[in-house]
């Protein structure tokens, strides 16, 4: 089912910007949905955005939506995580996860091949 890369993730202040990628190995194919998760200290993974194949649909949990935005450039099989106005409560792991089945969800468990994740940390 190939690899996922995931960078981009770091220190920045309050109201400050990131990108996230995530590379999908060719081996990963192209039909899939790829999601954004995160988990904070202490708390449980969750959804943070998703993508379906194509850009068919995308998905953004309340926290993140008007902030958040989640872009797939197809050539390159890489899926990114635009986050603006960040803030404290967005510290947290981020991992990139993709969905064979392609089918739009935002459970963890509906994910087969997850990143290693990426930590970004909001200061304020």
Same mark, same amino acid.
């Given at each position: 089912?190939?690899?996922?890369?995931?960078?981009?993730?770091?220190?920045?202040?309050?109201?400050?910007?990131? $990108?996230?990628? %995530?590379?999908?190995?060719?081996r990963?194919? =192209?039909?899939y949905? &790829?999601?954004?998760?995160? $988990?904070?200290?202490?708390?449980e993974?969750?959804i943070?955005?998703?993508? /379906?194949?194509? *850009?068919? =649909?995308?998905?953004y949990a309340?926290?993140?939506?008007? $902030?958040?935005?989640?872009? /797939?450039?197809?050539?390159?099989?890489?899926?990114?995580?635009? &986050?603006?106005?960040?803030?404290?409560?967005d510290?947290?792991?981020?991992? %990139?996860?993709?969905?064979?089945?392609? $089918? *739009? =969800?935002?459970y963890?468990?509906?994910?087969?091949?997850?990143?290693? *994740?990426?930590?970004?940390?909001?200061?304020?």
């Amino acid at each position: 089912q190939g690899q996922l890369v995931e960078s981009g993730g770091g220190l920045v202040q309050a109201g400050g910007s990131l $990108r996230l990628s %995530c590379a999908a190995s060719a081996r990963t194919g =192209s039909y899939y949905t &790829m999601g954004w998760f995160r $988990r904070a200290p202490g708390k449980e993974r969750e959804i943070v955005a998703l993508a /379906r194949w194509g *850009g068919r =649909s995308t998905y953004y949990a309340d926290s993140v939506k008007g $902030r958040f935005t989640i872009s /797939r450039d197809g050539p390159k099989n890489t899926v990114y995580l635009q &986050m603006n106005s960040l803030k404290p409560e967005d510290t947290a792991v981020y991992y %990139c996860a993709t969905d064979h089945a392609d $089918r *739009g =969800s935002v459970y963890v468990g509906d994910y087969q091949t997850w990143g290693q *994740g990426t930590q970004v940390t909001v200061s304020s």
